[in-house]
């Protein structure tokens, strides 16, 4: 129960009339975008992601919820023929870009009423996924399942890859230790700190987290008590899954397994549970006194 209610607690949202009639929109119909990216790290393999999870039947299940689904299709993006390197961060201008129309494409899609499912991709499309959502929700809480905080900045990346500085680049208390990249220009840090909470960690910072040793005594299985504790709220607008990569897959069961777990994690945060999904009634029904007196017999 601390994990829920301390899931509860970053998911608050100061709800107007207009508000909770934009978030009952969103609950009834989905939105996926995918975004077959890579260049935010030297490892191929996850601009394949996209279609892995859609083959595996990511559109089937989400059809069997209540609720409109609406495939937009992948993001078609266009690499700059020369990206130097620039204070030790590989590809800045591609991955600016490309998070440059990611977010265009979010905001769109939330803006529209739609919880947005973006399919990577590696972690550096978050940059993009979530500003973009950030347009529309102002007020938004964060929650990041990873092992790793991305927190690294341009002058502290050991390895100046963007995928692991995805969030730093989100947080206002970072905002004059981020340089002016090449690409960024359009960025603007717009979360606070107070409203990220970390779950997976194997490194920690000073900010709200679980680590796996939490996960592993709270009892939460594959992440899906997270996603189905997610959907409870009725304040999900947007998700991103990305990182999967089916090069690295042991074998072709391995492959399946790990695009099966990946549809399981979106349905769940999109109302799936384990038991099953039933409709939901919010009223029953009055009877005639006669059916009362037989229901009293």
């Not at 191929?44 to 039947?57: T, W």
Request: proline residues 4%.
């Amino acid at each position: 129960m601390a994990l829920r209610r301390s899931l509860l607690c970053l998911l608050r949202a100061q709800l107007n009339s207009s508000g909770q009639q934009q978030q009952q929109r969103r609950a009834q119909s989905v939105a996926v975008v995918g975004a077959p990216f890579s260049k935010g790290q030297k490892r191929r393999g996850v601009e394949h992601g996209p279609k892995f999870i859609r083959d595996a039947g990511l559109l089937e299940r989400l059809s069997l919820l209540d609720c409109p689904v609406h495939d937009l299709g992948d993001l078609k993006f266009h690499h700059p023929e020369k990206d130097d390197t620039f204070m030790q961060v590989h590809n800045p201008r591609t991955v600016g870009r490309a998070n440059q129309l990611l977010a265009s494409t979010v905001s769109s899609a939330v803006g529209a009423g739609h919880t947005c499912v973006m399919l990577g991709g590696d972690h550096s499309l978050a940059i993009g996924s979530v500003e973009g959502h950030s347009r529309q929700c102002p007020d938004l809480g964060l929650i990041w399942v990873d092992a790793h905080t991305d927190v690294n900045t341009p002058l502290t990346s050991p390895s100046g890859n963007l995928h692991g500085q995805s969030v730093a680049f989100m947080l206002k208390e970072l905002q004059d230790k981020i340089p002016d990249l090449p690409g960024f220009s359009w960025m603007k840090p717009f979360l606070s700190s107070r409203d990220l909470v970390y779950i997976g960690l194997r490194d920690t910072l000073g900010i709200q987290y679980f680590s796996m040793r939490d996960i592993d005594r709270l009892g939460i299985q594959r992440g899906i008590y997270i996603t189905e504790e997610i959907h409870n709220t009725g304040l999900l607008s947007a998700m991103d899954l990305v990182e999967v990569n089916p090069i690295l897959g042991a074998s072709r069961a391995a492959m399946e397994a790990t695009a099966s777990l990946a549809v399981d994690v979106i349905a769940s945060s999109l109302g799936q549970t384990r038991e099953g999904s039933h409709v939901r009634v919010d009223e029953i029904p009055s009877v005639g006194g006669e059916d009362t007196e037989q229901l009293r017999l």
